[in-house]
């Protein structure tokens, strides 16, 4: 680091706190809020219950799909990055407030608690209604009204700090659709079924819970005249003061008194269908109970990626494929393609077995493996090359080689 002197570091310092050029003079019409606004939330009473944990954990391990605007080659292979503004929102930030990661996360959360939504662009380079545009900005919107050719979408407005209510074409938008809608969204699907009985056992235990005595006072007289009622209604105040008047909650009643106490637990088959919901919403989702404490294995893992996260990533792939990329793209070779790292699952006794075949086999390059388990590349240029070291390569053999490589060059050229 170069030196600077204090004269220059005094002239060119900046403090956030010292500093009182630019001052920011917010208008008064601009929202303000104690907490974060654009933040996705869950609807329909999902928050409270245990549907919260099963929806995040998919919503989570969906984002962590790299999705990417990339260009192929002849054979619909990948080839590279293209550098474009909606890779730059796929990748690395989508609008002022998200990430490339924390907009997949709206997406999925979003997609899971409405059962369908719009993917909007924001801010282009150009008016999309005459030519075609580059995406600057994107955000998530909740789709209000269903138009012949437009939506009515509710989407953030960071502006102004507020959700506002706009109409986008169809064409202009990616709607994405739930391909778990008949098990998750529909009025009397499993997962709206076990919202309605958790809400049901929630009220159960407010009102078991809720200091209430249930007991029932026999008096030794009939109270069928009005006299009695009201010495009886008088009695029952009485008791109610001692019980809640006292430190200790003690009263004392006459012994022709007898006290019936009514609070006891009444069976019912509430908590046996909460347990064969949440079972049957578990099988059809692909998601069991070591997947949500992390103790799955290798199969269940497969099997949770192949029934559950793959098809949520591919509906959206498929309507970003339609929307976003035009038929020029496409003639050019651009598509939007997703990509997930193998080796995450990965344990670590495995890793070295599995390093070994793929530089065998002459797959991934020694700096490419060291690279995964996060080490820095070696300066060795042969750590660069998909070669088997295992082989003894003479520099004879490496010199032929060269030349024939340089003589079919030359046949090409």
């Given at each position: 680091?170069?030196?600077?002197?204090?004269?220059?570091?005094?002239?060119?310092?900046?403090?956030?706190?010292?500093?009182?050029?630019?001052?920011?003079?917010y208008?008064?019409?601009?929202?303000?809020?104690?907490?974060?606004?654009?933040?996705?939330?869950?609807?329909?009473?999902?928050?409270?219950?245990?549907?919260?944990?099963?929806?995040?954990?998919?919503?989570i391990?969906?984002?962590?799909?790299?999705?990417?605007?990339?260009?192929?080659?002849?054979?619909?292979?990948y080839?590279?990055?293209?550098?474009?503004?909606?890779?730059?929102?796929?990748?690395?930030?989508?609008?002022?407030?998200?990430?490339?990661?924390d907009?997949?996360?709206?997406?999925?959360?979003?997609?899971?608690?409405?059962?369908?939504?719009?993917?909007?662009?924001?801010?282009?380079?150009?008016?999309?209604?005459?030519?075609?545009?580059?995406?600057?900005?994107?955000?998530?919107?909740?789709?209000?009204?269903?138009?012949?050719?437009?939506?009515?979408?509710?989407?953030?407005?960071?502006?102004?700090?507020?959700?506002?209510?706009?109409?986008?074409?169809?064409?202009?938008?990616?709607?994405?659709?739930?391909?778990?809608?008949?098990?998750?969204?529909?009025?009397?699907?499993?997962?709206?079924?076990?919202?309605?009985?958790l809400?049901?056992?929630?009220?159960?235990?407010?009102?078991?819970?809720?200091?209430?005595?249930?007991?029932?006072?026999?008096?030794?007289?009939?109270?069928?005249?009005?006299?009695?009622?009201?010495?009886?209604?008088?009695?029952?105040?009485?008791?109610?003061?001692?019980?809640?008047?006292?430190?200790?909650?003690?009263?004392?009643?006459?012994?022709?008194?007898?006290?019936?106490?009514?609070?006891?637990?009444?069976?019912?088959?509430?908590?046996?269908?909460?347990?064969?919901?949440?079972?049957?919403?578990?099988?059809?989702l692909?998601?069991?109970?070591?997947?949500?404490?992390?103790?799955?294995?290798e199969?269940t893992?497969?099997?949770?990626?192949?029934r559950?996260?793959?098809?949520?990533?591919?509906?959206?792939?498929?309507?970003?494929?339609r929307?976003?990329?035009?038929?020029?793209?496409k003639?050019?070779?651009?598509?939007?393609?997703?990509?997930?790292?193998?080796?995450?699952?990965?344990?670590?006794?495995?890793?070295?077995?599995?390093?070994?075949?793929?530089?065998?086999?002459?797959?991934?390059?020694?700096?490419?493996i060291?690279?995964?388990?996060?080490i820095?590349?070696?300066?060795?240029?042969?750590?660069?090359?998909?070669?088997?070291?295992?082989?003894?390569?003479?520099?004879?053999?490496?010199?032929?080689?060269?030349?024939?490589?340089?003589?079919?060059?030359?046949?090409?050229?």
């Amino acid at each position: 680091m170069d030196k600077i002197s204090i004269r220059e570091r005094f002239r060119s310092g900046w403090n956030a706190f010292m500093n009182k050029d630019p001052t920011y003079n917010y208008d008064a019409g601009i929202n303000s809020y104690a907490y974060r606004p654009d933040r996705p939330r869950f609807s329909r009473g999902m928050e409270r219950s245990i549907i919260t944990s099963i929806l995040t954990r998919i919503a989570i391990d969906s984002a962590m799909t790299d999705i990417k605007h990339v260009r192929l080659d002849t054979a619909g292979r990948y080839d590279s990055d293209v550098e474009s503004g909606l890779n730059y929102c796929l990748t690395t930030e989508a609008n002022l407030d998200q990430t490339g990661f924390d907009f997949k996360l709206d997406i999925v959360t979003s997609l899971l608690d409405e059962g369908c939504i719009a993917i909007v662009p924001i801010d282009t380079n150009d008016s999309p209604y005459d030519r075609s545009f580059e995406i600057e900005t994107m955000r998530v919107g909740k789709i209000l009204e269903w138009y012949p050719d437009k939506v009515r979408v509710k989407v953030y407005n960071e502006r102004k700090g507020e959700h506002k209510e706009i109409v986008v074409p169809k064409r202009l938008c990616a709607i994405v659709q739930n391909p778990l809608y008949a098990i998750m969204n529909e009025p009397n699907s499993t997962l709206q079924r076990l919202i309605r009985k958790l809400a049901l056992l929630d009220s159960v235990d407010e009102q078991s819970s809720s200091g209430k005595l249930d007991l029932i006072i026999q008096l030794p007289y009939i109270v069928k005249s009005e006299a009695r009622r009201k010495q009886a209604e008088q009695r029952r105040k009485d008791i109610e003061e001692q019980l809640t008047g006292k430190k200790y909650g003690i009263a004392y009643t006459d012994g022709t008194e007898k006290i019936t106490q009514l609070n006891r637990s009444v069976e019912n088959q509430l908590m046996s269908q909460i347990e064969y919901l949440t079972n049957l919403l578990f099988s059809q989702l692909g998601v069991t109970q070591t997947i949500l404490d992390g103790t799955a294995d290798e199969q269940t893992l497969l099997n949770y990626y192949q029934r559950t996260i793959n098809p949520i990533i591919t509906a959206i792939v498929a309507e970003m494929n339609r929307k976003f990329i035009g038929k020029t793209a496409k003639s050019q070779g651009q598509a939007i393609q997703t990509f997930r790292d193998p080796f995450k699952m990965v344990p670590v006794n495995n890793i070295a077995d599995i390093a070994d075949k793929f530089t065998r086999n002459e797959i991934l390059s020694s700096n490419e493996i060291r690279q995964i388990i996060g080490i820095r590349p070696s300066d060795d240029p042969k750590a660069d090359q998909l070669l088997n070291s295992n082989l003894n390569h003479n520099e004879g053999e490496e010199e032929f080689a060269q030349e024939e490589s340089g003589y079919e060059n030359y046949k090409e050229e």
